[in-house]
């Protein structure tokens, strides 16, 4: 199984990005989907997840402005970012979970003017 991370850039201070993951791989059907994320100096840190069925769970530092969701389908899961901050700068990693974890590569995003 393979997670592929696309989406993050650099962007300013109250802009959008919306991070995409792909799963690959033998048939796979994670229970969780989601995203963590690494900023220098920190441990990596929970930013949301969704079930198979759809129940999300979001960091207290999200406060509304970020939505993650999933197509069962096509086995992809993204996080739509809007009022982004400079604290929000980190390398994102795909996550996903059935039995065991799986992780992508990351992606950095760069929240700076």
């Known amino acids: 199984v393979q997670l592929q991370a696309s989406g993050g850039g650099l962007v300013q201070p109250g802009g959008s990005l919306r991070l995409s993951c792909a799963a690959s791989g033998k048939i796979f059907s994670p229970h969780v989907m989601g995203w963590y994320r690494q900023a220098p100096g920190k441990q990596r840190a929970l930013v949301a997840t969704?079930?198979?069925?759809?129940?999300?769970n979001y960091a207290d530092f999200v406060e509304g402005r970020f939505t993650i969701s999933r197509d069962n389908a096509k086995l992809t899961v993204d996080l739509q970012m809007n009022s982004l901050k400079p604290e929000d700068t980190a390398v994102y990693y795909c996550?996903?979970?059935?039995?065991?974890?799986?992780w992508g590569q990351g992606t950095l995003v760069t929240v700076s003017s």
């Open positions: 969704i079930t198979a069925v759809g129940i999300t």
């Open positions: 996550y996903a979970f059935r039995g065991r974890a799986y």
